[in-house]
T-cell receptor, first 113, second 114 residues
Framework: SQKIEQNSEALNIQEGKTATLTCNYTNYSPAYLQWYRQDPGRGPVFLLLIRENEKEKRKERLKVTFDTTLKQSLFHITASQPADSATYLCALDIRDGLNDMRFGAGTRLTVKP | DAGITQSPRHKVTETGTPVTLRCHQTENHRYMYWYRQDPGHGLRLIHYSYGVKDTDKGEVSDGYSVSRSKTEDFLLTLESATSSQTSVYFC?????????????FGPGTRLLVL
């Protein structure tokens, strides 16, 4: 069966450390993988997109990797801050010719001061 | 929230009643989507639209219908609400329908079916 799993429901880290979130998938062959941030009571907000032929993508303190052999994406936040506390969702495109995405359930990150 | 509004933002209704949720965008994007979000399931696509009067089913479409009579409005109707449809509903838009296109989400509607 097809699944998208994000490593844990919740992750707690200390301010200044690097947060690493995992997205694993099975029986999909996405051409793209996206990461979104969702704050309580709000809709998800797009952060980064990585293509299947890209190993790594960076944006400021964010870094995403995409390993199509392992069927895994890692999302890193370096020098984390309490303002980074949110739920992070990964999303895979699943259909040729149409923007049809499947989302993981998300990982709730808490950065403690 | 990228020029997307949803109404109502909160609704309580009774089992068996019809409910309509509205999504309105000011971005003139062609593609619009309705998702539901439940604990442990992530976002699941209900229906989407690729143009005025052009809609199609998503992953969890049973019990839902949609209509799009104008570019800016996408309506989601629960024909006869059930308790299993208690959820948070998000509308999203994208400029194109190409694979991997970024989607922009509205603020959500919290629906409780008693």
């Amino acid at each position: 069966s097809q699944k998208i799993e994000q490593n844990s429901e919740a992750l707690n880290i200390q301010e200044g450390k690097t947060a690493t979130l995992t997205c694993n998938y099975t029986n999909y062959s996405p051409a793209y993988l996206q990461w979104y941030r969702q704050d309580p009571g709000r809709g998800p907000v797009f952060l980064l997109l990585i293509r299947e032929n890209e190993k790594e993508k960076r944006k400021e303190r964010l870094k995403v990797t995409f390993d199509t052999t392992l069927k895994q994406s890692l999302f890193h936040i370096t020098a984390s801050q309490p303002a980074d506390s949110a739920t992070y969702l990964c999303a895979l495109d699943i259909r040729d010719g149409l923007n049809d995405m499947r989302f993981g359930a998300g990982t709730r990150l808490t950065v403690k001061p | 929230d990228a020029g997307i509004t949803q109404s109502p933002r909160h609704k309580v209704t009774e089992t068996g009643t019809p409910v309509t949720l509205r999504c309105h965008q000011t971005e003139n994007h062609r593609y619009m989507y309705w998702y539901r979000q439940d604990p442990g399931h992530g976002l699941r696509l209900i229906h989407y639209s690729y143009g005025v009067k052009d809609t199609d089913k998503g992953e969890v479409s049973d019990g839902y219908s949609v209509s799009r009579s104008k570019t800016e409005d996408f309506l989601l109707t629960l024909e006869s609400a059930t308790s299993s449809q208690t959820s948070v509903y998000f509308c999203a838009i994208s400029d194109g329908g190409a694979r991997g296109e970024t989607q922009y989400f509205g603020p959500g509607t919290r629906l409780l079916v008693l």
